[in-house]
């Protein structure tokens, strides 16, 4: 049976309050800790609209941005202004069930993209070069990551060691997420030409394990690495990452008591949640819940520990999917009531630009 929860949590629930935040301290989950969240995040303004299902957002130099649909396979280039020109419609996607064209990623010089996608069999990540406003020379990096229905993971984000960073899922199979032979249930870390980076802990793609489904990668302004992480029937997840750590599943989900693994900073019951992308940005973590239908804000200390997370357009957007944190300061918000799980309304989906700050 797995270890769930430490006790503390499981009274926050009964009482109807978001789980305290927690860290791995030899075993026992930390005091919250007093780190306040900034302001409230102003008015939502839409970017634009009638997409169809978008789920990755990555900025290009120039300040546009690159986005995915799901079940379309269409990569996007959207202005601040909300004017939409097709990049391409990538070969070789397969969508079905949570599965389709993901994950996104521009390195600093913005001449080459990234995507994660599924296909017939696997999910795979390829490379494009970026010119003229199309894409071309594809190449695929690394294929063979276990695919399903469910938990596919999805997430790529450049790091600020330049390396490109990938999160998989365990396609619904609990035990690959502890196999380090398998691609499935991890993060990854890669060069540009989908080698492992150097100083990988395992000499291989994998940079940490024991993840169900993570579908958002940030990073602080000190290089710390957080992770959002779809629980299973219990709790949600935000992991401090770190090389060659362990994050448990699916022998805990939720803060354990196990040494062998690392407990989450955050926590949420699965209700509240079902976090998907994250960015960091004005002194917090900011989580896109799908079930949850707002947005979290977590607010994140200079030593890395994390508040009370604060809940953010609770029931006005319905499912939110994509985060990303734009170039004039403000955060790319993309709704997924599109998905087959939501309701739609008028206009979805949409992608919002919210000010904070």
Known sequence: MRNLTALTLTAFLLAGCSATPAEQVGGEAAPASTVRASGPPGEPRDVVRDLAVPWGI?????????????DSARLLRVSAAGR??????????????????????????????????????????????????????????????????????????????????ASTGDSGEGPIAQERGSLGGKILRMTEDGAPAPGNPYKSLV??????????????????????????????????????ANYGWPEI??????????????????DEASPSGMAYADGSLWVAALRGERLWQVPVAADGST??????FEDRYGRLR????????TLWVGTSNEDGRGSPRSGDDRILSVPIG
């Not at 695919?147 to 060691?161: E, M, Q, V, Y």
Request: hydrophobic share 35%; proline share 6%.
């Open 253 to 270: 989900e939720g803060v354990g008591k196990d040494s062998r693994f690392v407990n989450p900073v955050v926590t949420w019951s699965t």
């Open 84 to 165: 939409v020109t097709e990049v391409g419609t990538i070969e070789g996607v397969a969508p079905g069930g949570e599965g389709g064209l993901m994950g996104v990623a521009v390195p600093p010089k913005g001449d080459r993209v990234f995507l994660y996608y599924t296909a017939e069999e696997d999910n795979r990540i390829v490379r494009y070069r970026l010119a003229g406003g199309r894409v071309s020379e594809r190449k695929v990096l690394v294929d063979g990551i276990p695919k399903a229905g469910i938990h596919n993971g999805g997430r790529l984000a450049f790091g600020p060691d330049g390396h490109l960073y």
């Open 307 to 312: 508040g009370r997370p604060v809940s953010r």
């Open 207 to 244: 940079y940490s394990l024991g993840h169900r489904n993570v579908q958002g990668l940030a990073w602080d302004e000190r290089g710390r690495l957080f992770a959002s992480e779809f629980g299973s029937d219990a709790f949600d997840e935000v992991n401090l990452v770190r090389p060659g």
């Open 322 to 329: 994509g985060v990303a944190a734009a170039p004039d300061g």
């Open 58 to 70: 990555a900025f290009l130099p120039g300040g546009d941005a690159l986005v995915t649909e799901r």
